[in-house]
């Protein structure tokens, strides 16, 4: 093992999961020349339920989804994270299910809230709650908000509506959450709207049924300079993905820095999350075999939407923001690991060093891998890489609540 490690530390691990449905073609073919029908879609869901037993099994916290819309390429088709979830719960035991993320805009914030609140009752307090400001015009025009993104030149205008929309919807749901009565009052949201008759009287607020039986931690990614200075002011968990190291360290840091500013000190890594895209087999060239094409098709779907803005050209300037990272590139930037079980303890070894991470959550969902092999990940990752790393997985404790599922 490499010198410098520590060997006794405790780590919660996450898995974090595209929902993407078999595809044998994985980094072949231009993403939008590929339209999978309905049957895909239900393979991928079968899918999910075989991981997260295996997740179950295997010692992981949570298992998160991703919310997307109108994928016909095959990429992200599961919608509603929050049903997806309350029915993995009656399939599993001890883990948590969340959303990474629930795309707030798209989504009514009361429906959010009260769907949340009841799946979180039901499962007694299984669910985790992740939420996101959207990436996609397809889905934001069509389901009635709008989003900046490489396809519109990144509007300033579209950017500062839908943060608008977010930063309200929020208040909503979190007033909602914790008043047994409320109204709001915002530029795009008003609650109860005024003059509503009822019963010979004028609603002058509401009351949220259910609301969640306890305190519900919000997970937030945290990518623009705005969100940074954001998510830490509201108590939300920060969430990285895809950060070069000097970015990476620079935002982690700076999220400690404010919740001491605010007078909510936080300890080494503690409320914070790093993100890791991963594909481990025993030796680096078996690794490949399927991590390539899986690395490279994820990379060919979201370059155009600036999520691999953040890496570096080999004289360290900036990429472009459409950027498409060789996975050599991942590698090489310790952004994403596909290698060996001892390259997999190298690039995790240099991000707990560097940040004193205590959170992580695994990326298994590389495209074009069976869901055998993904089941294969799951054990390799926390009964071989942690070991060597001198980690021990720990899960933990479930809220002291009754499933009703």
């Known amino acids: 093992m490499p010198s410098g490690f520590h060997y006794s530390w405790v780590m919660r691990v996450d898995a974090n999961f595209f929902c993407t449905v078999p595809m044998d073609d994985a980094g072949k073919v231009e993403p939008t020349k590929r339209r999978y029908d309905n049957n895909a879609v239900v393979e991928c869901y079968k899918n999910l339920v075989a991981w997260a037993k295996t997740a179950d099994e295997v010692g992981i916290d949570t298992m998160w989804l991703t919310e997307h819309h109108f994928q016909y390429e095959g990429y992200e088709v599961l919608p ?68 900046a993104s ?16 977010f930063e309200e919807s929020m208040e909503v749901i979190k007033t909602a959450w914790t008043n047994e009565r409320f109204s709001y009052r915002g530029k795009h949201f008003v609650f109860p709207p005024d003059d509503i008759p009822d019963r010979g009287k004028y609603v002058d607020d509401l009351t949220l049924i259910p609301r ?53 000190p936080v300890g080494p890594g503690e409320d914070r999350c790093l993100v890791m895209n991963i594909h481990v087999a025993k030796t680096r060239e078996k690794a490949m075999i399927k991590g390539k094409p899986g690395h490279d098709e994820f990379a060919n779907f979201l370059s155009p939407y600036g999520r691999f803005s953040s890496y570096r050209n080999p004289d360290g300037s900036k990429v472009a923001f459409n950027h ?50 993904m089941i294969e990940q799951m054990h390799l990752v926390t009964e071989e890489v942690f070991p060597k790393l001198g980690e021990r997985v720990e899960r933990r404790p479930l809220p002291n609540l009754q499933p009703l599922v």
Not at 97 to 112: A, C, I, K, S, Y
Not at 125 to 132: A, I, K, L, Q, T
């Open 324 to 373: 498409c990272p060789t996975v050599e590139e991942s590698n090489d930037q310790k952004i994403q690991i596909v290698g060996s079980i001892d390259d997999a303890v190298d690039t995790l070894g240099f991000w707990r060093d560097l940040l004193d991470l205590k959170h992580i959550c695994f990326f298994f969902d590389f495209p074009g891998v069976s869901r055998e092999e």
């Open 80 to 147: 509603n994270l929050i049903l997806f979830g309350q029915h993995l719960a009656g399939q599993t035991t001890n883990l948590r299910l969340g959303q990474m993320f629930n795309v707030v805009p798209q989504w009514h914030p009361l429906r959010l809230a009260e769907d949340f609140a009841i799946a979180d009752i039901v499962t007694g307090g299984r669910m985790e709650f992740g939420v996101g400001r959207g990436t996609v015009p397809r889905e934001a025009w069509s389901l009635g908000t709008v989003v």
């Open 212 to 264: 969640p039986l306890r305190h519900i931690d919000v997970y937030q990614p945290v990518t623009s300079p705005e969100t940074i200075e954001y998510v830490p002011r509201e108590g939300h968990k920060a969430v990285y993905w895809l950060q070069n190291a000097d970015s990476q360290l620079q935002k982690w840091n700076r999220y400690a820095e404010i919740c001491e500013e605010i007078g909510r």
């Open 150 to 165: 490489g396809d519109n030149a990144m509007s300033a205008e579209h950017d500062r509506i839908n943060r608008e929309v």
